[in-house]
């Protein structure tokens, strides 16, 4: 069994592992302050969904008597500004790419320069191979038909001779 004085011993050491993990003043005071704002912010929700939904039973009956004029109004009201925003949303769009090129051609370098130059050159480079291979293709097309012109004259002079020879041999005249 332990004594008086082990006993003393334990509790002192207990009370000063207590101490040791038990919050400082910064801590609590940040615990105080979120749970604070979590019932604070907890609360506005309620009363706004409270209210959201005391509103919409009041506005229902006059939201359905008007609707043959709020739903137009609504439409057309929602044409003109989505037509607006687009009309200006290219208009600046325009003036930036207009600003683009202006930079662009007068050698400012603007960002993504370097790559429409890299496509630029992309597209010289090809279209040089193109050509090579074109021309490479031509000529051996024009070497093709040489060679067919020639096989078929060839050709045609052997059957004309054939001709004569058999017109001769059988004595035909025409």
């Given at each position: 069994?332990?004594?008086?004085e082990q006993?003393k011993?334990?509790?002192?050491?207990?009370?000063e592992?207590?101490q040791?993990?038990?919050p400082n003043?910064r801590?609590l005071?940040g615990a105080?302050?979120?749970?604070t704002i979590?019932?604070l912010?907890?609360?506005?929700?309620?009363?706004?969904?409270?209210?959201l939904?005391?509103?919409a039973?009041?506005?229902t009956?006059?939201?359905?008597f008007?609707s043959?004029?709020?739903v137009?109004l609504?439409?057309v009201l929602?044409?003109?500004?989505a037509?607006l925003?687009s009309?200006?949303?290219?208009?600046?769009?325009?003036f930036?790419?207009l600003?683009?090129?202006?930079?662009?051609?007068?050698?400012?370098?603007?960002?993504?320069?370097?790559k429409?130059?890299?496509?630029?050159?992309?597209i010289?480079?090809t279209?040089s191979?193109?050509k090579?291979?074109?021309?490479?293709?031509?000529?051996?097309?024009?070497e093709?038909v040489?060679?067919?012109?020639?096989?078929?004259m060839a050709a045609t002079?052997?059957?004309s001779?054939a001709l004569?020879?058999?017109?001769?041999?059988?004595?035909?005249e025409?």
């Open positions: 069994m332990p004594t008086a006993l011993e334990q509790a002192q050491h207990m009370k592992r207590l040791e993990q038990a003043q801590q005071i105080v302050t979120i749970v979590i019932v912010l907890t609360t506005i929700g309620g009363l706004l969904t409270g209210g939904a005391i509103g039973a009041v506005l009956p006059v939201l359905i008007f043959p004029v709020l137009p609504a439409t929602f044409m003109g500004v037509g925003l009309a200006t949303g290219f208009t600046l769009a325009g930036s790419s600003r683009w090129l202006y930079h662009y051609f007068k050698g400012h370098h603007p960002v993504g320069s370097d429409v130059d890299a496509a630029k050159n992309r010289v480079d279209a191979h193109l090579e291979r074109a021309s490479v293709y031509v000529h051996g097309a024009q093709n040489a060679h067919v012109k020639d096989q078929t002079t052997y059957h001779q004569w020879f058999t017109v001769g041999f059988l004595g035909l025409f």
